[in-house]
């Protein structure tokens, strides 16, 4: 009982699907059991096709989009600036 | 698929007019995979954003090796998976505005009720087919693991569906054909 969802999934290795098929096929409750779940695993397949829309259109990001890398590589940025600010000004300031 | 090739190569190419078409085939499948890993639509909004800007910025690397829905499926549920687990928030189902006749819904209400950890397998496995090595390494687990708990999440959606808990959402006989009637305004790409 506890193996037919897996089963009929094909998840099973080749003994456990053999072992299963032929209890299948001398139980009837395991077999009305395994249509059951045959059918749920369909039903559930075919909610791929049902799609829900987005509520605002979200494609427009070919500009302007903030990825959340965006405010990692904006802050990287200033901080190499300022990086190069300071020595820049460290280094003049030693000339003197 | 053909026209789907040429507008590939003019993404490649930089054209985000292309880039704006190719994306609109795939949104609504990239959102609703991300609503159901998310369980609402404002982080599923999010996801979709982010899928976009990784399809823009990385196109290049695609190769064709795989159709693009499947690349794109799994660029989508590997950022939701992140955000999930970034947020670790109690997720809350948002009710729909359908009929509760409506046997698709029913069954995604169903599967959006279970646990967080249940529900995330069931969309992945048992509704977009991943492979089980691949949820197990999205999900950083073993695929031992994955099979244990991919047949306690099944258990509790049978259970669900059966009038077990929560008083149930018990199905008519012949699930299988009403359900695939569904509702026509739902279907896409048709």
Known sequence: ?????????????????????????????????????????????????????????????????TSSLTPWIVGGVGLGVGVLIAAGGALLWRKK | MKVEHVLIEKVKRGDPKAFQELFSRFERDIYTLAYRLLGNREDAEDVTQEVAWILWSKIKSFRNESSLSTWLYRVTANTALQLLRKKRKIIYVEPSAHTAEDMH???????????????????????????????????????????VQLHRARKALRKRLEGGENGGMQRSSGTNTSLRKGRADEKSNE
């Open chain 2, 105 to 147: 819904l029913m069954l995604e209400m169903a599967v959006m009720d279970l646990q967080e950890n249940q529900r995330t397998l069931i969309v992945l496995r048992d509704i977009y087919n991943f492979p089980m090595k691949e949820i197990a390494r999205m999900l950083d687990i073993s695929e031992e693991n994955v099979r």
């Open chain 1, 1 to 65: 009982m506890e193996l037919i969802p897996a089963y009929v999934k094909g998840e099973l290795t080749r003994n456990q699907m053999n072992e299963v098929s032929e209890h299948l096929q001398n139980c009837n409750s395991c077999y009305e059991e395994a249509e059951k779940w045959e059918e749920l695993f369909a039903e559930l397949r075919s909610l791929v096709s049902y799609t829900h829309k987005p509520e605002k259109k979200v494609a427009q990001l070919t500009r302007g989009k």
